[in-house]
Structure formats: structure tokens, C-alpha cells
């Protein structure tokens, strides 16, 4: 079935892979390529043809090497459907690392090396997100609600990190950072 025979998402609005925003980056994009049965590609080698020896009916004449059929078809779905995951792969990066992995020919191949470089759990990045999620104060010159989304985006990317977080403490956290009118530090 072709790609475009389905309602495809717009992917447009998926943002490139800088490095920083691999977990959610890769998830999109996984999603997108089991959707259309294209993911495989991602997870397995390409097949390579069976050769069968085909029996002559005269003894002294040497055996004839044909190759199946049906696996020329597989052959040639899985190089269609490997180039339209390396488009995608390639076309949602930064023009940095598009030059990085452009050389590569494979899906696969791209996608072990990004999961191998952003994908570990880095301790780094941990410290990171924590960090932006502490460091995020309130202020009473942006509008309330835009601010409560960022601190809510603060909190989901420490949660795609793997820790957890109560509701109430998060809560708790939030009404701390909201500013209070009048005092400062010297009046605590």
C-alpha cells in the first residue's frame, strides 16, 4: 500500500532533531512508521535472495541457479519502504546532523546510531531537565496560563526521563514559584 494512499499526519509540524529532543523525536516518528507497516525496516536486516538450484533432466547437464520470485517482491518492497523511512529520517533533522547521517544508505543503520548516541539514559541529560524544572520562576509580566504550560512541559520532560513525580508535590512546587506581590528577599 502506498504511503500516500493514506491520510497521512502532517509531519511538518514535528520539530528537526537537534539532539536535545531525541525520546520524543524518535517516538513521533516511530509511531508514524508503524501506522503505515514501514517500521520494520527499522528492526530488521534487509532479506537477501534465496537462490534454489533448479534439477535438469539430463544427468550431464550442470544444475540451472534461478532466484524465487516472491523474494524478488520482498526484495524490492523492503529498498522502497527503507528509502521512504530514510527520507523521513533524514528530511526531520537539523541541517547538522542531516550532514552527519546523510551518508547513510540504511534506515537501520541511522536509527541504531541515534538511538546509540541520544538514546542511552544519560545522566547528563537528567541533571539537565532537572535543572531547567528547578531554575523555572514565575513572573508577573507574562500571562499566567502561558506560564503554567511551560512549567507543565518543565514537568513532562523530567517525567520522560524516568522519574517520578506526585501530583501534589508538583502542585506544591508550582504555587512556590508563582511571585508574591511585595515581598523580597530582604523582607523574608
Not at 550442470?62 to 523521513?88: G, L
Not at 531554575?135 to 503554567?148: A, N, T
Amino acid at each position: 500500500m502506498s504511503i500516500m494512499s493514506k491520510n497521512a499526519p502532517d509531519l511538518s509540524k514535528v520539530e528537526p532533531l537537534d539532539g536535545q529532543n531525541y525520546k520524543r523525536w524518535s517516538q513521533k516518528l516511530l509511531m508514524f512508521f508503524e501506522q503505515y507497516e514501514i517500521d520494520y525496516v527499522l528492526f530488521f536486516d534487509p532479506p537477501t535472495p534465496r537462490i534454489e538450484i533448479a534439477a535438469s533432466s539430463v544427468e550431464t547437464t550442470p544444475p540451472a541457479i534461478s532466484v524465487v520470485k516472491s523474494n524478488e517482491e520482498t526484495i524490492k518492497k523492503y529498498d522502497k519502504d527503507n528509502k521512504t523511512v530514510r527520507f523521513h529520517l533524514l528530511s526531520l533533522m537539523t541541517n547538522t546532523l542531516f550532514d552527519l547521517f546523510m551518508v547513510h544508505k540504511s534506515a537501520k543503520t541511522i536509527w541504531e546510531l541515534l538511538e546509540k548516541k541520544y538514546g542511552a539514559d544519560d545522566a547528563g541529560k537528567k541533571k539537565y531537565v532537572v535543572g531547567k524544572w528547578l531554575g523555572f520562576q514565575m513572573v508577573d509580566d507574562k500571562p499566567i496560563m502561558e506560564q503554567v504550560h511551560v512549567y507543565e512541559n518543565f514537568c513532562a520532560d523530567v517525567v520522560n526521563e524516568g522519574m517520578k513525580l506526585d501530583e501534589i508535590f508538583l502542585a506544591n512546587v508550582l504555587l512556590e514559584k508563582f511571585p508574591l506581590p511585595g515581598l523580597t528577599i530582604g523582607t523574608i
